[in-house]
């Protein structure tokens, strides 16, 4: 594998299945069938100024799909302590709302094709909404989120991009962020963080109406029901999901909805 000269690049991924090289300012990556539509909204978001996730910049002579570097830091486990800063949340939901505000409008194309974990094909789990609003990111984990002076300044990785609703999407970056995890998963710094409190700096800086507030728990609840079933599908159908399965992710997925829905009341008071 060649590209510049001759420079083969620097590998910054690789899962077994698929690699990501970086060649000067670029990431190559394999095309997969959601490919297209994914460059077709960054396009979108990079024509209504947002300038904090990658740029498409089309296909190399390889067949790979070419997107401009972002600079920054990517938080890797475990991870430091300063990730769980409420500046952190405030900048994040501050990057989301941008995020939305710019893809509201947008209209995907008619062959619009939308990436998925593996096996999600195959089960069936209740809707987190009647109907999309818009089409966002909703894999806000730390391995997507860049930092630089310690905040969340760009986000990258738009594999899991599809029509969803704004609080389906801020959902997904809570339960990360805040964490809505059993505090059994939580890193020793995140042990006794308040989720209730970080809920409201979150829906606060995002600017959540009262009807979004509503909101959010139960799709909460009812994301962290669906998450036993889709990792387990996908576990079932990919080797790298079932290792994380296996792992630990079954009894810390388990966990996590035992841990929400048993708080879900006094989440839903500290929100409202």
Do not use: K
Not at 221 to 242: E, I, L
């Amino acid at each position: 594998m060649t590209d510049h000269g001759g420079d083969p690049g620097e590998l910054l991924a690789h899962d077994g299945v698929s690699e990501v090289w970086r060649t000067g300012r670029t990431v190559r990556r394999p095309c997969r069938p959601f490919t297209a539509t994914v460059q077709a909204f960054l396009r979108h978001l990079s024509s209504q100024g947002i300038d904090f996730v990658p740029e498409p910049l089309g296909y190399d002579d390889q067949g790979r799909e070419v997107l401009s570097f972002v600079e920054g830091d990517i938080p890797t486990d475990p991870l430091p302590d300063a990730v769980w800063d409420e500046g952190v949340l405030v900048a994040l939901a501050g990057l989301i709302r941008r995020l939305h505000n710019a893809a509201a409008g947008w209209l995907p194309p008619a062959d619009a094709t939308w990436g998925s974990i593996p096996g999600q094909q195959h089960v069936a789990v209740p809707a987190l909404f009647d109907r999309p609003e818009l089409v966002a990111h909703q894999d806000y984990c730390p391995g997507n989120v860049v930092f630089r002076s310690g905040l969340p300044a760009a986000v990258i990785d738009f594999d899991l991009a599809r029509p969803t609703t704004r609080v389906a999407d801020c959902v997904n970056a809570m339960y990360w962020w805040v964490p809505l995890l059993d505090p059994a998963d939580r890193r020793p710094a995140a042990w006794d963080l308040d989720a209730g409190h970080r809920l409201r700096v979150f829906a606060d800086a995002y600017g959540m109406s009262a009807a979004q507030r509503a909101e959010v728990v139960p799709v909460a609840c009812q994301r962290a029901r669906n998450s036993g079933v889709t990792m387990a599908a996908a576990a079932a159908a990919d080797p790298t999901f079932n290792r994380w399965w296996t792992g630990g992710l079954r009894e810390r997925t388990a966990r996590s909805e035992r841990w929400i829905t048993g708080h879900a009341d006094d989440l839903a008071a500290a929100l409202a």
